[in-house]
Protein backbone atom coordinates (compact mmCIF):
# COMPACT_ATOMS: atom_id res chain seq x y z
CA UNK A 1 0.00 0.00 0.00
CA UNK A 2 1.07 3.54 -1.00
CA UNK A 3 1.94 5.81 2.03
CA UNK A 4 1.17 8.98 -0.62
CA UNK A 5 -1.28 11.23 1.50
CA UNK A 6 -3.53 13.83 0.99
CA UNK A 7 -5.04 16.85 2.47
CA UNK A 8 -8.41 16.76 3.77
CA UNK A 9 -10.57 19.22 5.54
CA UNK A 10 -13.14 19.13 8.30
CA UNK A 11 -16.65 20.97 8.16
CA UNK A 12 -16.62 21.33 11.70
CA UNK A 13 -12.81 23.12 11.65
CA UNK A 14 -12.73 25.51 8.81
CA UNK A 15 -10.00 26.54 7.82
CA UNK A 16 -8.06 23.70 9.46
CA UNK A 17 -6.48 20.29 7.19
CA UNK A 18 -5.58 17.65 7.88
CA UNK A 19 -3.37 14.82 5.58
CA UNK A 20 -4.71 10.70 5.43
CA UNK A 21 -3.77 8.05 3.33
CA UNK A 22 -4.48 8.83 -0.34
CA UNK A 23 -5.34 5.25 -1.63
CA UNK A 24 -7.55 4.67 1.22
CA UNK A 25 -9.38 8.46 0.79
CA UNK A 26 -9.97 8.42 -2.66
CA UNK A 27 -11.38 4.25 -2.56
CA UNK A 28 -13.89 5.26 0.81
CA UNK A 29 -14.66 8.38 -1.13
CA UNK A 30 -15.41 6.84 -4.88
CA UNK A 31 -17.87 4.38 -2.55
CA UNK A 32 -19.51 6.92 -0.52
CA UNK A 33 -20.14 9.17 -3.58
CA UNK A 34 -21.90 5.84 -5.22
CA UNK A 35 -23.88 4.83 -2.84
CA UNK A 36 -25.50 8.17 -1.32
CA UNK A 37 -29.04 9.79 -3.34
CA UNK A 38 -28.64 12.97 -4.02
CA UNK A 39 -32.52 13.50 -3.42
CA UNK A 40 -33.65 14.75 0.17
CA UNK A 41 -34.00 13.34 3.10
CA UNK A 42 -30.53 11.11 1.88
CA UNK A 43 -29.09 7.86 3.76
CA UNK A 44 -28.58 7.51 7.08
CA UNK A 45 -25.11 6.35 7.97
CA UNK A 46 -25.36 3.73 9.02
CA UNK A 47 -27.16 2.56 6.31
CA UNK A 48 -24.64 4.24 4.12
CA UNK A 49 -21.63 2.04 5.63
CA UNK A 50 -23.67 -1.27 4.63
CA UNK A 51 -24.29 0.01 1.44
CA UNK A 52 -20.52 0.66 0.58
CA UNK A 53 -18.41 -2.15 2.58
CA UNK A 54 -18.88 -4.10 -0.59
CA UNK A 55 -17.54 -1.73 -2.94
CA UNK A 56 -13.80 -1.30 -0.53
CA UNK A 57 -10.85 -2.56 -2.10
CA UNK A 58 -10.55 -5.74 0.37
CA UNK A 59 -6.69 -5.04 0.63
CA UNK A 60 -7.24 -1.28 1.65
CA UNK A 61 -10.09 -2.23 4.40
CA UNK A 62 -10.03 -6.12 5.10
CA UNK A 63 -12.65 -7.30 6.75
CA UNK A 64 -13.89 -3.85 6.05
CA UNK A 65 -11.54 -2.79 9.22
CA UNK A 66 -11.63 1.08 9.88
CA UNK A 67 -14.27 1.91 6.92
CA UNK A 68 -16.03 3.81 10.31
CA UNK A 69 -13.30 5.71 10.41
CA UNK A 70 -12.63 6.64 6.86
CA UNK A 71 -16.61 7.23 6.29
CA UNK A 72 -16.51 9.88 8.59
CA UNK A 73 -12.97 11.47 7.72
CA UNK A 74 -14.48 11.20 3.60
CA UNK A 75 -17.96 12.70 4.80
CA UNK A 76 -16.55 16.11 6.80
CA UNK A 77 -14.17 16.43 4.02
CA UNK A 78 -17.27 16.31 1.15
CA UNK A 79 -19.37 18.27 3.79
CA UNK A 80 -16.36 21.27 3.85
CA UNK A 81 -16.39 20.78 0.28
CA UNK A 82 -19.83 21.14 -0.95
CA UNK A 83 -20.38 18.23 -2.88
CA UNK A 84 -22.33 16.19 0.48
CA UNK A 85 -25.15 17.63 2.54
CA UNK A 86 -26.88 16.64 5.95
CA UNK A 87 -30.15 16.38 6.56
CA UNK A 88 -31.32 19.32 9.15
CA UNK A 89 -32.74 17.31 11.85
CA UNK A 90 -31.54 14.19 13.94
CA UNK A 91 -30.91 11.50 12.49
CA UNK A 92 -27.67 11.99 10.61
CA UNK A 93 -28.82 11.33 6.74
CA UNK A 94 -26.21 12.43 3.78
CA UNK A 95 -27.03 13.18 0.36
CA UNK A 96 -24.72 14.22 -2.41
CA UNK A 97 -25.04 17.71 -3.90
Known amino acids: MSDEKIEVENVNTPGKTSRVNRAKYLDMRAALLAVLPSEAPGMKVPEAKAALLPRLDAALFPGGDTAGWWLKCVQLDLEAKGL ?8 VRLRRC
Not at 84 to 91: G, I, T, Y
Open 84 to 91: LARAPKPP
